[in-house]
């Protein structure tokens, strides 16, 4: 997802949908993107929580 002007907001809906449905998914670029705060907090969360295995954000 590098490049897709992805905002806080955006960041909000790809951690739903990664928590609603726990996927396999160990890596994701998102960088050139204007996250925000909030939207990295919320991303990095996922990396704290063993559920999912994804290991590089």
Known sequence: LKWCEMTDE???AVTSALKS???HLRELNLSENK????GVK????LLMNTQFKLEKL
């Not at 996250?35 to 909030?38: I, K, T, Y």
């Not at 919320?42 to 969360?45: C, G, K, R, Y």
């Open 42 to 45: 919320n991303l990095s969360d």
């Open 10 to 12: 955006g960041c909000s």
């Open 35 to 38: 996250l925000g705060d909030s």
């Open 21 to 23: 449905n726990p996927s």
